[in-house]
């Protein structure tokens, strides 16, 4: 049996899915790459000439409030990429990364360390914050990786102080797509922006395509390249054929908490 199928069969297993997900996350976070490497995410795109489509999805979420002197959680900050960019360009009054990966916080540490960001190992179901001590929230394209997507709404709309935030987005099966949405609203956020940003996921796929196979040959051992070429959503793999069908829907979220 491939990995990629051996893991997607684990990952049904709630019990097991946030320990896999914490394996790959260190393993990745323990592999080199420096600059080449600072985002995970599939990206967002509205032209071939977008110069770097993983920040810009970033952007998008950030230009929906004004973040500048707020203070700023990202749940599943990965290498770091995300919330240093924010950071920089929107000057909250305060910014915390959070990932489940304690070797991807530690990595976070090492090279974001100019910048004034507190990085905390967490559990995005459990989280390790007080309630209503953030006033904005972000979550690019991590919480597909949760077992149960309620728990993590539920801390969400705890850790946010009211009048706060909830920036999200992230991919789902387009049939489970509306229970997400659901989701948010139990947890008791009021919808602002909702949309389905699929197309330019798959541009940005198109234009990152290069970048990502020159990574993939650097930086991934030759046995695990096909099981990475479907994470990556590479042209063609199963990730990138599920967008181009529909089968996949890439969501763009912003709520309030009243």
């Known amino acids: 049996m491939a990995l990629d199928s051996l893991f997607a069969r ?3 297993i709630p019990a097991v899915e946030k320990h896999l997900w914490r394996m790959l996350y260190n393993f990745l976070a323990s592999r ?4 080449e490497w600072e985002f995970m995410n599939y990206g967002y795109a509205t032209g071939e000439n977008e110069a ?3 920040l810009r999805i970033y952007d998008e979420l950030a230009r929906q409030i004004d973040v500048c002197g707020k203070r700023l959680l990202e749940v599943g900050s990965g290498r770091g990429g995300g919330l240093s960019h924010v950071t920089r360009r929107y000057e909250p009054a305060k910014a915390a990364g959070c990932d489940l990966s304690p070797t991807a916080i530690e990595l976070c540490r090492r ?3 100019s910048l004034p960001i507190e990085w905390t190992v967490g559990d995005a179901e459990a989280l390790p914050f007080s309630s209503g001590s953030f006033d904005a929230f972000i979550n690019v394209e991590s919480s597909h990786c949760y077992p149960y997507f309620d728990r993590f709404a539920a801390e969400v709309h705890r850790v946010l102080a009211r009048g706060g935030h909830f920036l999200w987005a992230d991919f789902r099966p387009a049939d489970r797509v509306e229970t997400v949405r ?3 609203r139990t947890a008791g956020f009021e919808e602002i922006v909702w949309r389905d ?3 330019e996921v798959l541009a940005a796929m198109q234009i990152e395509e290069p970048r990502k196979e020159a990574l993939l040959q650097k930086h991934v051992p030759a046995w695990l390249r096909g ?3 479907d994470f990556a959503g590479m042209l063609g793999s199963t990730v990138h054929q599920n967008f181009v069908t529909g089968a996949w829907k ?3 979220a912003v709520t309030s908490k009243p």
């Open 10 to 12: 684990l990952c049904r």
């Open 32 to 35: 080199p790459g420096g600059e």
């Open 52 to 54: 770097n489509p993983s």
């Open 111 to 113: 090279r974001h360390a």
């Open 182 to 184: 659901q989701t948010m």
């Open 197 to 199: 940003i699929t197309p």
């Open 227 to 229: 099981s990475f070429r």
């Open 250 to 252: 890439y969501s763009m």
